[in-house]
């Protein structure tokens, strides 16, 4: 399975990326025209999501929605980060979308989200190609 890796860095301890342009990117760089993409996050303290990309609001209240649900409570983990590590299990580490005519088949207002919760990090994140033949079936 082919796949190409994209590194997010990020500037703060909590953030929202829209990567959607690089995901594009690397769709082209695979030469992948119908099938889907698996994104994956290695990070146990980041994850990916799709939601609106029109609204640069959006990537705030994704922000704010996580941090106040998974508040800054006493954990036992020693390193300090458990909300971080909550947040990214609630949103998860991996995606899996339609690509059409080379291009992710997302609705007219999505986007792809990079979620970081535990920064400034310099992190990766992995797209892999699943081609599809004509007839729908794995190429």
Not at 29 to 44: I, Q, S, W
Not at 51 to 63: F, L, S, T
Not at 110 to 132: A, H, I, K, T
């Amino acid at each position: 399975m082919r796949h190409v890796e994209i590194t997010v860095s990020t500037r703060a301890h909590d953030e929202v990326l829209d990567i959607t342009g690089r995901v594009e990117e690397a769709i082209r760089e695979l030469g992948l025209a119908e099938g889907f993409v698996v994104l994956f996050c290695p990070h146990t303290t980041a994850a990916l999501t799709v939601n609106e990309a029109a609204d640069p609001d959006v990537r705030h209240d994704v922000n704010a929605a996580m941090a106040a649900m998974v508040p800054g409570i006493p954990f036992r983990h020693a390193e300090g980060n458990s909300p971080a590590h909550f947040r990214s299990a609630l949103l998860g580490p991996t995606l899996m979308l339609p690509v059409e005519g080379g291009r992710l088949a997302l609705g007219t207002w999505q986007g792809v989200y990079f979620c970081e919760f535990d920064g400034p990090r310099r992190r990766r994140v992995r797209v892999y190609s699943l081609p599809v033949d004509r007839a729908g079936g794995p190429a």
